[in-house]
């Protein structure tokens, strides 16, 4: 047989940076093809930094798979009867009124069941934990049609805390360790306006959450503390030039709040789940903010790792710039996992 070649660009249009990875299929192994990322500078010039992003990475798919986020995206963990999946697409749109804060015909619903259990011991009620996701259509409509408007061609519109679950699964898929399945493993993305956090166990996400606390107020942080202005602040936080030592103690309180609040959502997993959070991973470019990984490890007493997407895929293409592909890794784990729904058949 011939060998199918297909491909799959995974573009993560963050509040800050668009990130392009393009993945192809080469017979049964998937390789990185493309790669791209660039500063949007301003709202206006998104549509134009995503042009360039493809054109300087020579990305030559147009299909391509994207995610929304923020606070018109609302997703829930819910507990249901045991019910067939055609019956459960049919009790959606009235299960889903209980939980989503905006109008029905507001809002592209859809639901995936995550698990059966049994309630309590002896005639115990058949359950099944649901997931239900709610997004408001004109945010849906706004991102096909600015996508649709550049010439590509949007097959997937995922969510950004499950493109990260699947960048993580994928690159489990292709780590030469071999990985306990029933660990619950938290992922924290932190990114420019938020902070994704979302918890697994075996593959499967039993929580996620958005805390609107990022990059930018680490750097609003750094500017009110050292009384400077933002685009200074900004580049001090990017290379703190020999005053670590004052950025890392300005960026304290930002760092302690944001430690707070994902303690809070391991406190309400573990409430739910009576289980722990194993282990802990960090991505997303406000990652590598400095002081950021040994604050964490302080409030969460835990070693945290912080991890490459990108750590045990094929690179092929003479266009990639391995050294900025790997200077960026944590910063791909969305592109790259929606990228990995090239594997969706
Ligand atoms: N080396 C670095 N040190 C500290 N912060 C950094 C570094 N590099 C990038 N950042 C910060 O990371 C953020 C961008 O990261 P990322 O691309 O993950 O965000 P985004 O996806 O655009 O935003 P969001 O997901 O919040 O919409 C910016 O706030 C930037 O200042
Ligand atoms: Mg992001």
């Not at 996701?133 to 499950?162: W, Y």
């Not at 932190?190 to 996400?205: D, E, F, M, Q, Y």
């Not at 930018?216 to 933002?230: A, C, G, K, P, Y």
Request: proline content about 3%; charged content about 30%; hydrophobic content about 40%.
């Amino acid at each position: 047989m011939f060998k199918r070649k297909k491909s799959l660009v995974g573009l993560d249009i963050g509040s800050n940076v668009v990130k392009a990875i393009e993945l192809t299929e080469f017979g049964d192994q998937m390789c990185i093809t493309g790669f791209g990322s660039k500063v949007i500078p301003s709202p206006e010039a998104l549509a134009d930094t995503i042009v360039e992003t493809f054109r300087e990475a020579g990305i030559k798919s147009r299909r391509v798979a994207t995610a929304v986020s923020g606070r018109s995206v609302i997703v829930r963990y819910i507990n249901m009867m045991q019910m067939s999946d055609e019956d459960l697409r049919n009790a959606l749109r009235f299960e889903a009124d209980k939980y989503i804060p905006f109008e029905l015909d507001e809002v592209v619903l859809d639901c995936a069941k995550l698990e059966e259990f049994t309630t309590g011991a002896e005639g115990g009620d058949d359950e099944m934990k649901v997931l239900l996701v709610a997004v408001k259509r004109n945010l849906i409509d706004e991102h096909i049609e600015l996508i649709q408007g550049l010439g590509l061609t949007p097959t997937v519109v995922d969510v950004d805390s499950f493109a990260l679950g699947n960048a993580f699964e994928l690159n489990l898929l292709n780590s030469p360790r071999v990985e306990d399945d029933e660990k619950v493993i938290a992922l924290i993305d932190i990114g420019a306006v938020k902070t994704n956090i979302n918890i697994l166990r075996g593959n499967t996400s039993y929580f996620s959450r958005e805390v609107y606390l990022a990059g930018n107020d680490f750097t609003e942080s750094i500017s009110r503390r050292l009384s400077i202005d933002l685009n200074e602040a900004l580049q001090l936080k990017m290379d703190p030039e020999g005053r670590e030592e004052e950025i890392e103690e300005s960026l304290l309180p930002a760092l302690d709040d944001l430690g707070n609040e994902i303690h809070l959502s391991f406190d309400f997993f573990e409430n739910q789940f009576d289980r722990e959070v194993d282990e802990i991973y960090i991505s997303g470019g406000s990652s590598s903010l400095p002081g950021l990984k040994e604050t964490f490890e302080r409030i969460f007493d835990r070693r945290i790792e912080t991890w490459d997407p990108t750590e045990h895929m094929e690179i092929r293409g003479d266009r990639i710039n391995i050294q900025e592909l790997k200077d960026k890794g944590p910063q791909l784990s969305v592109a790259v996992g929606l990228a990995s729904r090239l594997l969706d058949r």
